[in-house]
């Protein structure tokens, strides 16, 4: 395996259904087997005592509790997971970051500015990548799928959930980070993965470690 010169911290959110999971591990393989690259695959919440909590508590832990667990969970694992490997030259790619923040908290109730102070401290990915696909389809998946969680009721909770996300964008763009919007209505999981594969591939490779927002 190659080890890059730098690694990339790369995240992955959008609204439930939108395919975040099937395209972390595409993704991973992408890297791995066509580019040779280290990659660490994870996830927020992780499966650490903390994340733990955080996912499997929805019910019980809400609005500003599960803001900050969630947030506390997040510095853990930048300081004893994410880092170690960027340090390395290993590629992370997160499913969730703070993008889901923006969002699912605020569906919580909590106000933006108080998610927006929690998470002011967690580092700005070198891209971070928001999926989107109309609330339709991703309620479709949903439904197909089954939902993992209270937040997701239906098509209203989707389209609620994708303007949160749009908003997120703008918001997270102003903090530097290097947003990447991506349609998945429109192409297989597999040609995401690729494309995205592709972005991380001129990004590490490159001169410098910017990625243009789209
Ligand atoms: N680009 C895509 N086009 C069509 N279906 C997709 C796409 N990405 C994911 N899916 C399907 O949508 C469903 C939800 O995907 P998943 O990765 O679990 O979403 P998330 O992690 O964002 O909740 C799965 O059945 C998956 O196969
Ligand atoms: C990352 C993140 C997760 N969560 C919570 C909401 C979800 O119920 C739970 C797990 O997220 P989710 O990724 O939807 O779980 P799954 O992969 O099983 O679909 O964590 C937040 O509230 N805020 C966050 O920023």
């Not at 730098?6 to 791995?32: I, Q």
């Not at 903090?175 to 429109?186: E, H, K």
């Amino acid at each position: 395996m190659t080890t890059t010169h730098r690694g990339a911290f790369v995240t992955l959110d959008g609204p439930a259904g939108v395919g975040k999971t099937t395209t972390a591990r595409l993704l991973r393989e992408y890297l791995v087997g066509t580019y040779g690259y280290q990659v660490c695959a994870t996830t927020e919440p992780t499966p650490e005592t903390l994340g733990h909590i955080a996912r499997h508590n929805t019910d019980t832990y809400r609005g500003h509790t599960l803001a900050c667990l969630v947030a506390a969970d997040r510095y853990h694992h930048l300081e004893t997971a994410v880092r170690p490997h960027l340090a390395e030259g290993v590629i992370v790619v997160c499913d969730r970051y703070v993008a889901s923040s923006y969002v699912l908290q605020c569906m919580d109730g909590v106000p933006l500015p108080f998610v927006e102070a929690i998470n002011a401290a967690a580092d700005v990915p070198d891209l971070a990548v928001i999926l989107q696909a109309p609330p339709e389809v991703t309620a479709a998946r949903v439904a197909a799928r089954g939902a993992h969680d209270r937040f997701h009721t239906g098509e209203e909770s989707s389209r609620r959930e994708s303007e949160l996300y749009e908003k997120a964008a703008e918001r997270l763009a102003r903090w530097r980070y290097p947003v990447l919007a991506v349609d998945t209505a429109g192409a297989s999981p597999d040609k995401i993965a690729a494309y995205l594969a592709d972005r991380i591939a001129d990004m590490v490779e490159g001169p410098a470690a910017e990625v243009a927002s789209a």
